[in-house]
T-cell receptor
Framework: NAGVTQTPKFQVLKTGQSMTLQCAQD?????MYWYRQDPGMGLRLIYY???????DKGEVPNGYNVSRLNKREFSLRLESAAPSQTSVYFC???????????????FGPGTRLTVL | AQKITQTQPGMFVQEKEAVTLDCTYD???????LFWYKQPSSGEMIFLIY??????QNATEGRYSLNFQKARKSANLVISASQLGDSAMYFC????????????????FGKGTKLSVIP
Protein backbone atom coordinates (compact mmCIF):
# COMPACT_ATOMS: atom_id res chain seq x y z
CA ASN A 1 0.00 0.00 0.00
CA ALA A 2 1.97 2.99 -1.31
CA GLY A 3 -0.54 5.70 -0.26
CA VAL A 4 -0.05 8.83 -2.37
CA THR A 5 2.77 8.85 -4.91
CA GLN A 6 4.09 11.78 -6.93
CA THR A 7 6.40 12.04 -9.91
CA PRO A 8 8.88 13.51 -10.47
CA LYS A 9 10.57 14.26 -7.14
CA PHE A 10 12.63 17.11 -8.58
CA GLN A 11 12.35 19.18 -11.75
CA VAL A 12 14.12 22.19 -13.21
CA LEU A 13 12.39 24.13 -15.98
CA LYS A 14 13.19 27.19 -18.00
CA THR A 15 10.71 30.04 -18.15
CA GLY A 16 8.02 29.26 -20.70
CA GLN A 17 8.44 25.49 -20.66
CA SER A 18 5.53 23.25 -19.81
CA MET A 19 5.31 20.14 -17.66
CA THR A 20 2.84 17.88 -15.90
CA LEU A 21 3.14 16.71 -12.32
CA GLN A 22 1.64 13.29 -11.74
CA CYS A 23 -0.14 12.06 -8.63
CA ALA A 24 -1.71 8.70 -7.86
CA GLN A 25 -3.32 7.21 -4.76
CA ASP A 26 -4.19 3.63 -3.93
CA UNK A 27 -6.48 4.29 -0.95
CA UNK A 28 -9.70 4.36 -3.01
CA UNK A 29 -10.24 7.98 -2.00
CA UNK A 30 -12.77 10.13 -3.81
CA UNK A 31 -11.14 13.52 -3.22
CA MET A 32 -7.74 14.69 -4.39
CA TYR A 33 -5.90 17.99 -3.97
CA TRP A 34 -2.91 19.94 -5.22
CA TYR A 35 -1.07 22.35 -2.89
CA ARG A 36 2.00 24.47 -3.21
CA GLN A 37 4.37 25.28 -0.34
CA ASP A 38 6.50 28.40 -0.41
CA PRO A 39 8.93 29.44 2.33
CA GLY A 40 7.10 31.11 5.21
CA MET A 41 3.70 30.67 3.54
CA GLY A 42 2.45 27.29 4.69
CA LEU A 43 0.51 25.25 2.14
CA ARG A 44 -1.94 26.85 -0.25
CA LEU A 45 -4.55 24.99 -2.27
CA ILE A 46 -4.23 25.20 -6.05
CA TYR A 47 -7.00 22.88 -7.29
CA TYR A 48 -9.03 20.03 -5.93
CA UNK A 49 -11.30 17.29 -7.21
CA UNK A 50 -14.23 15.92 -5.24
CA UNK A 51 -14.66 12.94 -7.53
CA UNK A 52 -13.69 11.57 -10.91
CA UNK A 53 -14.65 14.07 -13.60
CA UNK A 54 -14.92 17.13 -11.36
CA UNK A 55 -12.35 19.78 -10.53
CA ASP A 56 -12.53 23.12 -8.71
CA LYS A 57 -10.23 26.05 -8.14
CA GLY A 58 -8.57 26.63 -4.83
CA GLU A 59 -6.84 29.69 -3.44
CA VAL A 60 -4.07 30.06 -6.07
CA PRO A 61 -5.18 28.49 -9.39
CA ASN A 62 -3.69 30.98 -11.85
CA GLY A 63 -1.13 29.47 -14.20
CA TYR A 64 -2.20 25.88 -13.56
CA ASN A 65 -4.56 23.31 -15.03
CA VAL A 66 -5.58 19.94 -13.64
CA SER A 67 -7.00 16.68 -14.90
CA ARG A 68 -8.71 14.01 -12.86
CA LEU A 69 -7.86 11.14 -15.14
CA ASN A 70 -9.66 8.48 -13.09
CA LYS A 71 -10.33 7.82 -9.43
CA ARG A 72 -6.65 7.10 -8.74
CA GLU A 73 -4.88 9.84 -10.69
CA PHE A 74 -4.87 13.63 -10.52
CA SER A 75 -2.37 15.61 -12.59
CA LEU A 76 -1.24 19.23 -12.40
CA ARG A 77 -0.05 21.00 -15.54
CA LEU A 78 2.00 24.13 -15.91
CA GLU A 79 1.46 25.36 -19.48
CA SER A 80 4.08 28.12 -19.46
CA ALA A 81 6.21 28.01 -16.35
CA ALA A 82 7.22 31.23 -14.60
CA PRO A 83 9.85 31.81 -11.87
CA SER A 84 6.97 32.61 -9.46
CA GLN A 85 5.94 28.97 -9.76
CA THR A 86 9.15 27.80 -8.14
CA SER A 87 7.82 25.89 -5.15
CA VAL A 88 7.28 22.50 -3.59
CA TYR A 89 4.09 20.86 -4.85
CA PHE A 90 2.12 18.40 -2.78
CA CYS A 91 -0.68 16.14 -3.82
CA UNK A 92 -3.12 14.86 -1.20
CA UNK A 93 -6.17 12.63 -1.06
CA UNK A 94 -9.04 12.04 1.31
CA UNK A 95 -12.07 9.82 1.38
CA UNK A 96 -14.30 7.47 3.29
CA UNK A 97 -17.58 7.73 5.08
CA UNK A 98 -19.49 6.66 8.15
CA UNK A 99 -19.41 7.41 11.84
CA UNK A 100 -16.19 9.02 12.93
CA UNK A 101 -15.14 10.01 9.43
CA UNK A 102 -12.92 13.10 9.57
CA UNK A 103 -11.90 13.65 5.93
CA UNK A 104 -8.24 13.61 6.89
CA UNK A 105 -6.00 14.44 3.95
CA UNK A 106 -2.97 12.24 3.31
CA PHE A 107 -0.06 13.73 1.42
CA GLY A 108 2.40 12.54 -1.17
CA PRO A 109 6.15 13.11 -0.79
CA GLY A 110 6.14 16.33 -2.84
CA THR A 111 7.78 17.59 -6.03
CA ARG A 112 10.42 20.28 -5.77
CA LEU A 113 10.14 22.49 -8.86
CA THR A 114 12.56 25.22 -9.86
CA VAL A 115 11.80 27.56 -12.74
CA LEU A 116 14.79 29.49 -14.05
CA ALA B 1 -7.78 38.10 8.72
CA GLN B 2 -5.78 34.93 8.87
CA LYS B 3 -7.87 31.85 9.51
CA ILE B 4 -5.04 29.93 11.17
CA THR B 5 -2.39 31.67 13.23
CA GLN B 6 0.73 30.02 14.56
CA THR B 7 2.56 32.69 16.52
CA GLN B 8 5.76 30.74 17.27
CA PRO B 9 8.07 30.65 14.24
CA GLY B 10 10.56 28.55 16.20
CA MET B 11 10.65 26.64 19.47
CA PHE B 12 13.31 24.77 21.41
CA VAL B 13 12.66 21.98 23.86
CA GLN B 14 14.93 19.74 25.90
CA GLU B 15 14.76 16.05 25.12
CA LYS B 16 12.23 14.20 27.34
CA GLU B 17 10.38 17.39 28.23
CA ALA B 18 6.89 18.36 27.08
CA VAL B 19 6.25 21.18 24.63
CA THR B 20 3.16 23.08 23.53
CA LEU B 21 2.79 24.47 20.01
CA ASP B 22 0.18 27.21 19.70
CA CYS B 23 -2.57 27.47 17.13
CA THR B 24 -5.49 29.88 17.04
CA TYR B 25 -8.19 29.81 14.40
CA ASP B 26 -10.90 32.06 13.08
CA UNK B 27 -14.21 30.80 11.73
CA UNK B 28 -17.88 31.62 12.02
CA UNK B 29 -18.93 28.12 10.99
CA UNK B 30 -20.08 26.02 13.97
CA UNK B 31 -18.84 22.86 12.24
CA UNK B 32 -15.14 22.54 11.60
CA UNK B 33 -12.18 20.26 12.08
CA LEU B 34 -8.65 21.00 13.20
CA PHE B 35 -5.62 19.02 12.11
CA TRP B 36 -1.94 18.95 12.98
CA TYR B 37 0.71 17.81 10.54
CA LYS B 38 4.44 17.23 11.00
CA GLN B 39 6.95 17.99 8.28
CA PRO B 40 10.45 16.63 8.99
CA SER B 41 13.47 17.87 7.08
CA SER B 42 12.89 15.12 4.52
CA GLY B 43 9.84 17.10 3.41
CA GLU B 44 6.85 14.79 3.68
CA MET B 45 3.65 15.89 5.45
CA ILE B 46 2.64 13.48 8.19
CA PHE B 47 -0.81 13.59 9.78
CA LEU B 48 -0.65 13.63 13.59
CA ILE B 49 -4.00 14.36 15.20
CA TYR B 50 -7.54 15.59 14.56
CA UNK B 51 -10.09 17.48 16.66
CA UNK B 52 -13.69 18.05 15.59
CA UNK B 53 -15.59 21.11 16.74
CA UNK B 54 -18.27 18.98 18.39
CA UNK B 55 -15.87 16.57 20.07
CA UNK B 56 -16.41 16.68 23.80
CA GLN B 57 -12.96 15.46 24.74
CA ASN B 58 -9.51 16.60 23.71
CA ALA B 59 -7.96 14.34 21.08
CA THR B 60 -4.98 12.18 21.96
CA GLU B 61 -2.70 10.02 19.80
CA GLY B 62 0.20 8.45 21.65
CA ARG B 63 2.54 11.25 22.78
CA TYR B 64 0.43 13.87 20.98
CA SER B 65 -2.56 15.57 22.51
CA LEU B 66 -4.61 18.52 21.44
CA ASN B 67 -5.54 21.18 24.00
CA PHE B 68 -8.83 22.35 22.47
CA GLN B 69 -10.29 25.52 23.95
CA LYS B 70 -13.32 26.29 21.82
CA ALA B 71 -14.29 29.60 23.42
CA ARG B 72 -10.78 30.93 22.92
CA LYS B 73 -10.58 29.39 19.42
CA SER B 74 -7.33 27.68 20.18
CA ALA B 75 -6.12 24.18 19.34
CA ASN B 76 -2.65 23.78 20.79
CA LEU B 77 -0.59 20.66 20.14
CA VAL B 78 1.11 19.14 23.16
CA ILE B 79 4.00 16.73 22.62
CA SER B 80 4.97 14.83 25.75
CA ALA B 81 8.42 13.36 26.40
CA SER B 82 10.06 15.00 23.38
CA GLN B 83 12.41 12.92 21.28
CA LEU B 84 15.14 13.98 18.86
CA GLY B 85 12.97 12.69 16.03
CA ASP B 86 10.32 15.27 16.91
CA SER B 87 12.51 18.02 15.44
CA ALA B 88 10.46 19.24 12.47
CA MET B 89 8.03 21.86 11.20
CA TYR B 90 4.54 21.54 12.61
CA PHE B 91 1.48 22.85 10.81
CA CYS B 92 -1.99 23.50 12.14
CA UNK B 93 -4.83 23.32 9.60
CA UNK B 94 -8.60 23.81 9.60
CA UNK B 95 -11.48 22.38 7.59
CA UNK B 96 -14.65 24.47 7.73
CA UNK B 97 -18.11 23.01 7.31
CA UNK B 98 -19.87 19.83 8.33
CA UNK B 99 -18.91 16.68 6.49
CA UNK B 100 -21.95 15.34 4.69
CA UNK B 101 -21.32 12.53 2.29
CA UNK B 102 -19.28 12.98 -0.85
CA UNK B 103 -17.36 16.17 -1.32
CA UNK B 104 -14.04 17.86 -0.85
CA UNK B 105 -13.28 19.91 2.17
CA UNK B 106 -10.47 22.37 1.75
CA UNK B 107 -7.81 22.76 4.40
CA UNK B 108 -6.43 26.14 5.40
CA PHE B 109 -2.94 25.93 6.85
CA GLY B 110 -1.00 28.09 9.24
CA LYS B 111 2.56 29.11 8.48
CA GLY B 112 4.06 26.55 10.81
CA THR B 113 6.30 26.29 13.86
CA LYS B 114 9.80 24.89 13.65
CA LEU B 115 10.49 22.69 16.67
CA SER B 116 14.05 21.82 17.61
CA VAL B 117 14.67 19.17 20.26
CA ILE B 118 17.93 19.62 22.16
CA PRO B 119 19.74 16.52 23.48
Amino acid sequence: NAGVTQTPKFQVLKTGQSMTLQCAQDMNHNSMYWYRQDPGMGLRLIYYSASEGTTDKGEVPNGYNVSRLNKREFSLRLESAAPSQTSVYFCASSGGQGVGYTDTQYFGPGTRLTVL
Amino acid sequence: AQKITQTQPGMFVQEKEAVTLDCTYDTSDPSYGLFWYKQPSSGEMIFLIYQGSYDQQNATEGRYSLNFQKARKSANLVISASQLGDSAMYFCAMREGRISGAGSYQLTFGKGTKLSVIP
